[in-house]
């Protein structure tokens, strides 16, 4: 997976300590068709990062795929490859993956569970749709790390997040707090995902954190975001200085909508590839690391080779 786009929004926070004015308007982000990288090729809607925004929050990278038939398909199988400066959320609303890591993890993403994988300073994995799975649906997300954290060491975490019931909603919270739940799988930035499933015509208005901006991503029907319509694949931005944010679900069948949020990452990060780094100098060597280096550890138990780094571009890398 890649994300090799330039151009940023640089996100806005009160300097004098004040909360943030709200913003009350909804930006609404389509999504592109890319292409996964390995044997078998699959195609995503990405909706972050691009031009428009490269963040919110932490997040950094949003993939959206399916329902797909793994008869027609066939499936996911992302060959081993490599992180830097990120963790990685896997969240399924259908199907089943395999995953293995360089530390040693084995481990089956399911639907309503999280896997959260910690890339720091180095690590590689393989992605794999398991041979039950017929229909494959669902969500990778990516957080960057911040400037302290990047280099810090492998990790995996698991959480199955109990649903909660809120006025026509049923609530998943994977990571940060949200409807009087909390996730107990630590950050290392102020975040908060959750999948949301809403009745036909069902309204609900969460409290949210007004520090954080909220990017919401609409999967099935179609949601009315503070007053925003919001369509299937698409992802509403909404900046700080919220206390709340009304969803309507204006669809006669079940919406279902995933929503993240954070603080403003306000460093300027460098996105290339599998990379989260800060200058070129950080992405030219964990390339060459990947191609020739033992940084990102060894991946048992898949059959098949790995994924070959890229060229890098001609021009630097610039940060954004």
Same mark, same amino acid.
């Given at each position: ?22 913003? +009350? ?9 890319? =292409?996964?990288?390995? =044997? ?66 084995? +481990?089956?993403?399911? =639907?309503?569970?999280?896997?959260? @994988? ?12 398991? =041979? ?67 009745? %036909?015509?069902?309204?609900? #208005?969460?409290?949210?954190?007004? +520090? ?12 009315? @975001? ?19 944010? #009304? ?46 280096? #033992? ?23 610039? %940060?954004?």
């Amino acid at each position: 997976m890649s994300g090799v786009d330039t151009g940023r929004d640089t996100p806005h926070t009160g300097g004098d300590g004040q909360a943030p004015e709200p913003d +009350a308007g909804v930006d609404v982000l389509t999504a592109r068709d890319v =292409p996964l990288g390995g =044997p078998r090729a699959m195609t995503v809607r990405r909706t972050l990062p691009q031009r428009a925004r490269t963040l919110i929050g932490a997040w950094c990278f949003i993939d959206h795929y399916g329902p797909d038939d793994v008869a027609e398909t066939g499936g996911m199988d992302v060959a081993p490859h490599p992180h830097i400066g990120l963790q990685t959320v896997s969240w399924l609303f259908s199907g089943e993956i395999e995953h293995r890591d360089s530390l040693g993890s084995h +481990a089956f993403v399911r =639907p309503g569970e999280l896997n959260l @994988m910690t890339g720091g300073h180095g690590i590689s994995h393989t992605e794999v749709s398991t =041979p039950g799975t017929t229909v494959l649906h669902g969500v990778q997300l990516w957080v960057a790390l911040p400037g302290e954290h990047r280099d810090t060491g492998r990790d995996f975490r698991h959480h199955a997040p109990n649903p909660v019931h809120r006025d026509g909603a049923v609530i998943r919270v994977f990571l940060g707090s949200l409807a009087g739940d909390t996730s107990p799988v630590p950050t290392f930035t102020p975040l908060l995902g959750a999948e949301i499933v809403l009745e %036909p015509h069902a309204t609900t #208005t969460l409290d949210t954190d007004p +520090a954080f901006e909220h990017g919401l991503l609409v999967d099935r029907g179609s949601v009315r @975001m503070a007053g925003t319509l919001l369509r299937g694949a698409e992802l509403g931005y909404l900046g700080p200085g919220n206390d709340k944010v #009304t969803l309507t679900n204006e669809t006669d069948a079940p919406a279902r909508v995933v929503l993240v949020g954070g603080t403003p990452f306000e460093e300027q990060i460098v996105m290339w590839w599998n990379f989260v780094g800060r200058t070129h100098e950080d992405i030219s060597q964990a390339r060459e690391d990947w191609e020739h280096g #033992t940084r990102f550890g060894v991946v048992e138990g898949y059959d098949g080779d790995r994924i070959p780094a890229p060229q890098l571009p001609t021009t630097r890398l610039r %940060p954004r």
